[in-house]
């Protein structure tokens, strides 16, 4: 069995009640269950959500991921008290999630008001092998004298998307002396949920039923003599009903059998069936690090986990929200996050997620070809926050001015249209790293015929060149200007790639490829200074500066907004997050170091951070700089987005992005791995704190793993495979050490088995 990182919940703090909820949250890419107490707390924000599920609840509302009935919550007596780690007192406590098989763990001794003593033990997973399945366990155990204990436990109809009901009940039924369930419709109809939930106590106890304010409860009393414990086993099954197929009455009937199939394995043998997976899939794409600093190898882990337990694999009609399945924050909405910051791992470990994500954006290709027609343009203009119909969902307003009463426009959805080449750049990055042909001539090169048809109807000409005006580029810092150098060079890598891949696939429409050639010949791509600097836009130069170190201390958290007001920001080189250096992170071929250092070290002091989003970018583009130690501090802070100590950082869920971005700065970074004109290229540079670092990678099919130190890679290949190492082209199969000095001196080390282009 591997060993894999667990993540501890240091204490019980009614303040970082939601960090560690979202934190803590058990997933299987189909179901997100926060990792919240038992026990009610009025901070606490329980939540359950299905991928894909969302529903729009009313005016001046989105669709957003809804909010499910809960099964997780236990309310516990103990001779009459309330079981709450908010009175009496508590002598021991452990709460930990096991990644290597996604178990959420917790142990406490407790103290009620009264005296008497109990150990509490609960533990819950969902299911690896059977998505819809989430199991949990609650014992109690009398320490120190007889008790009497009374259980409530059941299906919770009340929970809200911040106070917003979107289901309807539909039934409520109760079968023999443990099953319990409900049916839900979201208030268009459009979804339907059935929950069923087997609750069996492991001694007799007096127990009936309830069902009332929206709550279906098992109630169960039992007197427990000291020494004894007692378990509730609660196995809970959780299905969406696709309209159009089976009656919701034989629907909810399968559901039954299916529930009660699985709750007589029991716990332990579901568990372990779970876990089967998880560890494939911890053998299959788990990086490991020997490091001075062990929080490493935990970021790593955390990162991994999330990444599985994110991500729809199973429904290509499905994508991965920016907070993941663990909160409600952005509403459960997708962005370019997806693309840039989460695909790339997927890409490299298990291209067929890619290729279901990116299937995502193809079938949702209507409602952007209908945003950009709404717009006056042509081809696919996606939107900037997309959910299950592929419309946009970016709302309207943000805050509201509570004095004027006046509500800030979002302008995103109007004007950061780099997205849509955001996606192109993931098809090419999926071609180069599947060769998947079939894909191509479909999906692939409708997605880059049609975004590339979109930025050639987006162009303006101006004296005879073109330029790209209005836009909002990564940094939201800045707003609504002309020729972002991000979005001119993406817009045109994707006509390029997409007149490119027209040809090599033989249906370029004539007026397709003469519109593209001459969008490439004349779109404005700003050039470097003197100083080999891009302008981030046309006007960028010429606006102030300012000391921006009192609020890079606290980025993340948007402080500058407290002294300048928004449209005072747009006008000082203040930038949110990566921006000029996310181009060069892109499309590193596209520039030389020189240009990739200088730009960071313009760059870097006037960024603020406050997107999580934007520090492993400069940590991966000063590893490939040669500035491993600053990459590593980079790297390190990323990781902390969510594992710090900040007990709010993550209240409405965990930042995907920043997670993808964990692995994105191991391999990217510190492993060096890149892909230039379609060519992998490792150029490993480990930080100092760090004695080796191991990597599996999946490239043209072929599994490979890297095993890095600071003086030597050792590369291991299931196949032949040949890659740029360190610049020099080789070619390997089975196993090949290289020294690293044998490179940079110019001569070549031995290997077992290679060949070198
Ligand atoms: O997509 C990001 C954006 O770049 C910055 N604001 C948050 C979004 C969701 O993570």
């Avoid at 087997?198 to 106890?205: D, E, R, V």
């Avoid at 299916?258 to 053998?283: M, N």
């Avoid at 459960?332 to 997927?346: A, I, K, R």
């Avoid at 997107?611 to 590893?623: C, E, Q, Y």
Wanted: glycine residues 6%; negative net charge; contains cysteine.
């Amino acid at each position: 069995m591997l060993t894999v990182s667990t993540l501890i919940d240091p204490g019980f703090s009614p303040h970082s009640l939601n960090k560690y909820a979202s934190l803590l949250t058990t997933g299987n890419g189909y179901m997100g269950v926060r990792g919240t107490h038992e026990e009610d707390y009025t901070q606490q924000t329980r939540g359950m959500y299905l991928a894909g599920l969302y529903h729009c609840a009313g005016r001046g509302e989105t669709n957003e991921l809804v909010n499910l009935p809960d099964v997780t919550g236990v309310q516990l007596e103990v001779n009459g008290e309330p079981f709450t780690l908010l009175s009496g007192q508590f002598e021991h406590w452990l709460r930990e999630l096991d990644f290597s098989c996604g178990e959420l763990r917790r142990e406490v001794i407790w103290r009620a008001p009264s005296g008497a003593r109990v150990r509490i033990v609960s533990r819950r997973f969902t299911s690896m092998a059977q998505h819809p399945l989430l199991a949990m366990q609650f014992t109690v155990t009398a320490l120190d004298r007889d008790v009497t204990l009374s259980f409530s436990s059941g299906i919770d109809g009340t929970q809200t998307n911040s106070g917003r009901q979107h289901l309807d009940e539909l039934s409520l039924r109760v079968f023999g002396q443990q099953v319990l369930q409900g049916a839900w419709a979201t208030q268009s109809g459009s979804h339907e949920v059935v929950i069923t939930s087997h609750c069996q106590l492991s001694q007799p106890a007096d127990s009936c039923f309830t069902a009332k304010n929206r709550r279906l409860m098992q109630n169960s009393v039992i007197n427990l003599t000291v020494g004894d414990s007692v378990t509730l086993e609660k196995v809970s099954w959780v299905v969406q009903r696709q309209p159009d197929t089976l009656s919701l009455d034989t629907f909810s009937r399968r559901c039954l059998n299916d529930l009660q199939a699985s709750a007589a394995q029991g716990y332990e043998a579901l568990r372990a069936a779970s876990q089967v997976v998880w560890q494939q899939e911890w053998v299959k794409c788990r990086v490991v690090v020997d490091s001075r600093d062990a929080r490493d190898q935990l970021a790593l882990d955390f990162a991994h986990y999330h990444l599985a337990a994110m991500t729809p694999a199973h429904d290509e009609r499905t994508s991965i929200a920016a907070k993941a399945l663990t909160g409600e924050g952005y509403k459960g909405h997708v962005f370019w996050d997806t693309e840039v910051f989460l695909l790339p791992y997927h890409l490299l470990t298990n291209p067929e997620t890619a290729r279901s994500l990116l299937r995502y954006r193809y079938l949702n290709l209507a409602g952007a070809r209908e945003k950009a027609r709404r717009n006056g343009w042509h081809g696919a203009l996606f939107p900037w926050e997309s959910a299950q119909s592929g419309q946009e969902e970016t709302p309207e307003f943000a805050a509201i001015n509570i004095r004027t009463g006046l509500r800030q426009k979002v302008a995103s959805a109007l004007a950061e249209h780099h997205l849509v080449a955001d996606i192109a750049w993931a098809v090419v990055n999926y071609w180069y790293a599947t060769q998947d042909e079939a894909f191509m001539r479909e999906e692939g090169i409708t997605l880059l015929t049609e975004t590339a048809t979109f930025w050639i109807s987006r162009a303006t000409e101006v004296n005879g060149r073109l330029e790209i005006h209005d836009v909002i580029g990564p940094d939201e810092y800045t707003e609504h200007v002309n020729n972002n150098a991000f979005t001119n060079y993406l817009a045109w890598h994707n006509v390029e790639k997409a007149l490119h891949f027209a040809r090599q696939f033989g249906d370029v429409k004539p007026a397709f490829a003469q519109s593209a050639a001459d969008f490439l010949q004349r779109l404005w791509l700003p050039k470097p200074d003197e100083h080999g600097v891009l302008a981030q836009d046309d006007t960028f130069f010429s606006k102030p500066t300012l000391d921006l170190s009192k609020y890079k201390a606290k980025a993340g958290k948007q402080t500058i907004l407290l002294d300048y007001s928004r449209a005072e920001v747009n006008e000082m080189q203040i930038l949110k997050q990566a921006d000029v250096v996310m181009l060069t992170y892109m499309l590193p071929e596209r520039f030389s170091a020189e240009e990739c250092l200088a730009n960071l070290a313009y760059y870097e002091p006037r960024t603020i951070h406050d997107s999580s989003l934007s520090k492993a970018i400069h940590g991966i583009v000063a590893a490939r700089c040669g500035q491993p130690e600053e990459a590593y501090r980079f790297w390190q802070a990323g990781c902390e987005i969510d594992l710090g100590e900040d007990p709010h950082s993550s209240d409405d869920g965990i930042h995907a992005a920043a997670t993808g971005a964990i692995w994105l700065g191991a391999v990217q970074g510190f492993a060096g791995l890149s892909v230039c004109d379609g060519e992998l290229h490792l150029s490993p540079t480990l930080p100092e704190a760090w004695r080796s670092l191991r990597v599996p990678l999946c490239w043209h099919g072929v599994r490979l793993v890297l095993d890095i130190t600071a003086d030597d890679i050792v590369l291991t290949t299931t196949q032949a495979l040949s890659l740029w190492l360190w610049g020099r082209k080789v070619c390997i199969e089975g196993e090949a050490r290289y020294a690293r000095s044998d490179f940079l001196n110019g001569k070549f080390g031995t290997a077992t088995s290679e060949g070198i282009a």
